[in-house]
């Protein structure tokens, strides 16, 4: 593709969403490009963002957050962000015929992120997973799934309690231990009948 003029701040714009792109896996937001490419306000980004989509470089959706697409760039997901998922704060993950109507959000991944798979996207509250890189305001994606095996990272159901949590799975003969990565926390410890895994992560989007 040629290159979007002889404009600099343009051609950086573009190369900035593409190295973000690669980067991470998602698209930067209008105040990721102001402040990676040194612009002097969002004004300013949105000005050479409608440039570069007249031009026919990138493609946006008003209603969609994130939602900045390279043309050139195959392979653009969408995965509904449907809610928080928090130890003792209950959520019920909607199956995935109805994630389009329940979701909250949108977002906008390659499929090199998701893997290929339908996913869901939860977005984190509170530290129970700080040790793995987890921390309060991630966004987690979470590959749909009723069955675990020991150390997959899940969000788990726990039934008597109409509560979710986001730990790491273990099968203990009668019991299930769901561990957090948090060295000041506690296991759970449940009756195996009275789990439900919802889902397993596959990836992390990190808060910026």
């Known amino acids: 593709m040629k290159k979007p003029g002889t404009n600099k ?3 950086n714009v ?3 969403i593409r190295e973000f792109y690669n980067d991470r896996g998602y698209a930067p937001t209008v105040r990721d490009i102001q402040k ?3 612009i002097s306000s969002t004004a300013v980004v949105q000005h050479h963002l409608n440039i570069l989509e007249r031009e026919g470089y990138i493609h946006r959706d ?3 957050f994130r939602s900045i697409q390279l043309l050139d760039k195959k392979n653009i997901v969408r995965v509904p962000l449907l809610g928080i998922i928090a130890a003792g704060s209950p959520i019920m993950v909607p199956t995935s015929d109805s994630w389009e109507t329940e979701a909250l ?3 906008e991944l390659t499929d090199d992120v998701t ?3 339908d996913v869901f996207a939860l977005r984190v509250k509170g530290q129970s997973m700080i040790d793995a890189f987890i921390d ?3 966004i987690v994606l979470m590959q749909p799934a009723n069955t675990a095996n020991n150390g997959d990272m899940v969000a788990a159901w726990i039934k008597d309690k109409q509560e979710v949590t986001l730990k790491k799975f273990y099968r203990e003969n009668d019991q299930v231990r769901l561990q957090p990565a948090n060295s000041q926390m506690e296991a759970i410890y449940v009756d195996a009948d009275n789990v439900e895994v ?3 992560v596959i990836g992390i989007i990190r808060k910026i």
Request: hydrophobic letters at 15%.
């Open 9 to 11: 701040t343009r051609q």
């Open 14 to 16: 573009l190369s900035y």
């Open 36 to 38: 990676g490419c040194l």
């Open 62 to 64: 008003p209603e969609v």
């Open 105 to 107: 959000d949108t977002l």
């Open 115 to 117: 893997h290929g798979k």
């Open 136 to 138: 309060d305001g991630d």
């Open 198 to 200: 919802q889902g397993k």
